[in-house]
């Protein structure tokens, strides 16, 4: 158990719909990081935030926006959902930019 | 563009054999290496390598950086099934006010059999 929760574990949302992710990093840990798992694409980074700030984009489409709490708990919001979006996505986190990332169990996103 | 390449790709050796996975990369401005393991879940963190040369160990696992070749290996000794898993190399390029980005490669599936 690395100290990072997700929830849901599970979600199965149609075509078109919006969800949202939640992520709880470690205690102490400031930075957040949002990736997504799929077959053919292995891990991709999407977004990370530092303290409330986002400080770092990768692939992450304009559909999905993310933002960091004060508490330092994230969400991920995935809108207008497409089938290519059913993946796992994991959320990570740091002491600071440039630690190790500790990942939490993921969230399994199925669009049908 | 970041790139890390894992090799190889898929290996399946018996238990108690000696297994070397490699990593290489190429990124602007390297600051890190990690290693994590995937089974059905989340990685888990293995090493994290900064300085080239220096092994770091644990247990039966042991890694080390090369920063001139750009490549790092894996190492586990006396392979048990319980190592069966997907091994993850990650590259963190240099952390510019906060931004950082963690690159995978593509992962190498190790399978132990009995």
């Known amino acids: 158990d690395s100290g990072v929760t997700q929830t849901p574990k599970h979600l199965i949302t149609a075509t078109g719909q919006r969800v949202t992710l939640r992520c709880s990093p470690r205690?102490?840990?400031?930075?957040v990081y949002w990736y997504q798992q799929s077959l053919d694409q292995g891990l991709q980074f999407l977004i990370q935030?530092?303290?409330?700030?986002?400080?770092a984009k990768g692939n992450i489409l304009e559909r999905f926006s993310a933002q960091q709490f004060p508490d330092l708990h994230s969400e991920l919001n995935l809108s207008s959902l497409e089938l290519g979006d059913s993946a796992l996505y994991f959320c990570?986190?740091?002491?600071?930019?440039?630690?190790?990332?500790?990942f939490g169990p993921g969230t399994r996103l199925t669009v049908t | 563009e970041d790139k890390v390449v894992q090799s190889p790709l898929s290996l399946v050796v018996h238990e108690g054999d000696t297994v070397t996975l490699n990593c290489s990369y190429e990124?602007?401005?390297?600051?890190?290496l990690l290693w994590y393991k995937q089974e059905k879940k989340a990685p888990t963190f293995l090493f994290m390598l900064?300085?080239?040369?220096i092994e770091k160990k644990s247990g039966r696992l042991s890694s080390i950086l090369d920063k001139k070749e750009l490549f790092s290996i894996l190492n586990i000794t006396a392979t048990q099934t319980g190592d069966s898993a997907v091994y993850l190399c990650?590259?963190?390029?240099?952390?510019?006010?906060?931004?950082?980005?963690?690159?995978f490669g593509q992962g190498t599936r190790l399978t132990i059999n009995p």
């Open positions: 990570a986190s740091s002491p600071r930019p440039g630690d190790e990332q500790y």
């Open positions: 205690s102490g840990d400031l930075s």
């Open positions: 935030y530092y303290n409330g700030e986002e400080r």
């Open positions: 990124v602007t401005n390297f600051r890190s």
């Open positions: 900064t300085s080239s040369g």
């Open positions: 990650a590259v963190i390029n240099s952390v510019i006010q906060g931004a950082q980005k963690l690159v």
